[in-house]
């Protein structure tokens, strides 16, 4: 498997530079053929076009939906826009986190944005919000698996296909937006489109000088720095930024994180940009696999760790490019092409449920007098070792035409996607070894190809019809090197192959204006089989199917008047099979299993009032709510009519902001996720290990303060996380008892200037 890596990596490096470069620097002798093309041969239909007032010329929507060059330039990969314009186009439910909004909530990770997102939770498993488990309208929020994440448009989960979890999720330092796709519009993007796409959006070049910097600290342990620096030379633009955070977190989990990000953006012609993005982050925290017993955690909620002795160390190095070129008046190319290195080893002290004869143990915690109430921890340790190495290329093409009154934007692409998988587990001979003996050793390869297209179809200026369709194809292979046999580690070699293939069509309409309009729309998800779960480990082609479901939704959202706004969906998912964790009612833990029949029912709504526009006042006083109802369900087998895993009915939040332009501002936020089940029997009382049993309601309340001093762009703060210091149980995986609510007191100091 290893010799395979060198020639693909090699050979799509070679389709980057061949595909980039005949547009990325082409002459202006070029841009003058590209004319005298488009006068020979423009769009057949141009003769039929009605007058000019009834119908715009093709590109006037591209000139209308172009975001301010301060907020997104040309070059920036977004899957909504921000404009009232450009959100009315999207054919389905959406949302959008603005940079205002994101800048006044200070917030201390990346959780506490996505809390913001109606429809979606936060599970935490650390106090730090390392890791994102974003689940949606039901959906399982483990890893956040079953959305499709990305950053500027680019996949960052460690292998989008063979293995789709977020063990890397993008800081919160350098989300300046937040865009989900909920709809059929999540066709366009893959591989996942079962339950939506969330796309975060980092800060973009300046066109003049910026400069920023923030400094904070808190309670447990908490200090966080950034800088950040942008100017423009020419028509050359570039941004770079450094951030530093540690923590000791309130049960003593450890973290030390340091994240690096560069842009520049430079012409490549008189019609074409390129923007291109650099990126590393390390990460060394104390994050650990196992949580509390049911005894330890109504003993004491607010208890360290359990295993202190374990280590997660994540590092990522990643570098896009986005190039594009306006080919014609009525069409642009855009040439995406990422690559991205994710090493995670993750040393985790052995332990036991149940004592084994012969056995030393290290210490023993919980309550060993009740059977599986304890936990007996070894004296050596499992060190997971994997490297992940992923690039791709994806040209899009969006072209604006008419066919008789009808207006058309009709975008197209392919991807060509290659990940690579090298996994090994080692057992060590004491327990802070940073070594040990190899146990388990395997690679993995999938090479994959999408291809897509969408119509939206302006019948009118108040009527909007997008067909769209997405096939995927990716070919699977596992190589076996290194397993146990009879007990012993030994040298195997043993390979396997898979294939999936997917047709993804999806349906969006949208009738009204960008004031007040109606959508509907539906869609089929897919989501391919995990490696290793495609090909068994004595290298059979498991034959597994992907995950499909559909999607049916439909809903309203308007602007009646400036400073109201407001969104309301229902929405109806149904699967065959819907592929699940599975619990000690399923089989093993913490395996991925066929759930059967689902469906996913319920409804939506978010709404914001600008008191202060409304009353034309000179300060902004904003009130936003969320809700959200999902009603997620086993359909047949034995677990008909049960609620699945980790899929609270109820979701709410709520948000007052205030600003004064003399400096005062202050926010108030809510936060609500309602009783949860962690198995598929719906167990209502824990059992002795915590790793099943009801999740009781989750409140959260925070508040902060803060006074701007705009003369010196210096901004004081203060902020109270979890006000009510109600410590919850977030999560009962992976295996065992995981908490938040922890209050914590945070005071900062940002500074922006020229």
């Not at 992940?388 to 072209?399: F, K, L, S």
Request: aromatic residues 8%; hydrophobic residues 40%.
């Amino acid at each position: 498997m290893k010799s395979l890596r060198s020639p693909a990596l090699s050979c799509l490096a070679g389709l980057f530079v061949s595909a980039i470069a005949p547009v990325a620097f082409a002459d202006e002798p070029a841009h003058e053929e590209e004319a005298t093309v488009h006068e020979q041969a423009p769009p057949a239909t141009k003769e039929k076009t009605a007058p000019a007032e009834q119908a715009p010329p093709a590109d006037a929507e591209l000139v209308a939906e172009k975001p301010a060059e301060s907020e997104a330039g040309p070059t920036e990969v977004r899957i909504l826009g921000e404009s009232d314009e450009q959100l009315q186009k999207v054919p389905g439910s959406r949302a959008l986190v603005t940079a205002k909004e994101i800048k006044r909530m200070a917030p201390r990770d990346a959780s506490e944005v996505i809390r913001r997102v109606p429809s979606l939770t936060v599970a935490s498993e650390d106090g730090h919000g390392l890791r994102l488990n974003v689940g949606m309208r039901g959906f399982d929020p483990t890893r956040s698996r079953s959305i499709l994440v990305l950053e500027d448009g680019v996949p960052i989960s460690i292998n989008p296909y063979g293995e789709p979890d977020l063990y890397y999720s993008t800081t919160v330092d350098r989300i300046r937006a937040v865009e989900l796709v909920k709809g059929s519009g999540a066709v366009l993007y893959g591989p996942q489109t079962i339950a939506g796409v969330l796309n975060f959006i980092t800060p973009s070049p300046p066109d003049s000088r910026e400069a920023l910097a923030v400094m904070e600290g808190g309670q447990f342990g908490f200090f966080h720095a950034l800088a950040r620096y942008g100017d423009a030379q020419g028509d050359v633009r570039y941004m770079a930024q450094a951030s530093f955070r540690r923590a000791d977190g309130p049960r003593d989990i450890g973290l030390d994180a340091v994240d690096l990000m560069g842009k520049v953006v430079v012409p490549t012609s008189s019609r074409g940009e390129m923007l291109i993005k650099l990126g590393f982050y390390h990460e060394r925290s104390g994050s650990t696999y196992v949580g509390m017993t049911r005894d330890m955690f109504e003993a004491d909620p607010e208890q360290p760790s359990v295993a202190p002795h374990d280590r997660f160390d994540v590092q990522r190095i990643e570098a896009s490019l986005v190039h594009t070129q306006k080919l014609t008046d009525w069409a642009k190319l855009r040439t995406l092409v990422y690559g991205y290195l994710t090493d995670r080893v993750w040393r985790r002290q052995r332990y036991d449920r149940i004592p084994v004869d012969g056995i030393d143990y290290e210490r023993v915690v919980g309550n060993p007098d009740i059977p599986v109430g304890a936990i007996y921890f070894r004296n050596n340790s499992m060190i997971r070792d994997r490297h992940y190495q992923v690039a791709g290329i994806e040209p899009q093409v969006e072209m604006k035409g008419l066919t008789g009154p009808v207006r058309h934007t009709l975008t197209f692409g392919a991807r060509f996607h290659a990940e690579f998988a090298q996994r090994e587990q080692r057992v060590t001979d004491f327990i802070t070894s940073e070594a040990g003996v190899p146990e388990l050793n395997e690679a993995q390869r999938v090479l994959a190809g999408s291809a897509y297209v969408q119509d939206r179809m302006a019948f009118t200026d108040w009527l909007l019809v997008t067909p769209g369709v997405r096939f995927e194809l990716a070919g699977y292979e596992r190589a076996t090197l290194r397993e146990e046999v009879d007990g012993v580690a030994t040298d195997v070699d043993v390979h396997g192959t898979s294939t999936a293939i997917g047709a993804i069509p999806g349906l969006g309409i949208v009738v009204g204006t960008p004031d007040f309009n109606g959508f509907g729309g539906i869609h089929l998800g897919w989501s391919p089989p995990r490696v290793s779960s495609a090909v068994t480990p004595d290298g059979r082609d498991a034959q597994l199917s992907a995950e499909r479901s559909t999607s049916i939704e439909a809903g309203v959202r308007g602007r009646p008047v400036p400073g109201l706004n407001f969104e309301a969906t229902g929405f109806l998912t149904m699967f065959t099979n819907q592929i699940v964790p599975a619990t000690a009612s399923s089989g093993v833990q913490s395996e991925l299993v066929n759930g059967g029949a689902t469906r996913h029912a319920g409804v939506e709504a978010s709404g914001t009032v600008s008191i202060g526009e409304l009353a034309g006042v000179d300060f902004d006083l904003d009130v936003t709510a969320r809700y959200t109802f999902a009603d997620a369900r086993y359909r047949g087998g034995p677990f008909d009519g049960n609620l699945l895993p980790y899929a609270p009915q109820h979701h709410a939040s709520a948000v007052v902001d205030f600003q004064h332009p003399f400096g005062p501002g202050a926010q108030f936020s809510w936060s609500f996720v309602g009783p949860q089940f962690t198995d598929e029997t719906n167990s209502e009382l824990a059992d002795a290990t915590g790793r099943t049993g009801e999740i009781d309601i989750q409140n959260v309340l925070d508040a902060s303060i803060r006074w701007t001093i705009a003369q010196v762009g210096l901004t004081p703060y203060l902020s109270m996380k979890n006000m009510l210091n109600d410590v919850y149980i977030s999560s009962r995986r992976p295996d065992g008892i995981h908490t938040a609510g922890f209050r914590q007191i945070i005071g900062g100091l940002r500074w922006e200037g020229p």
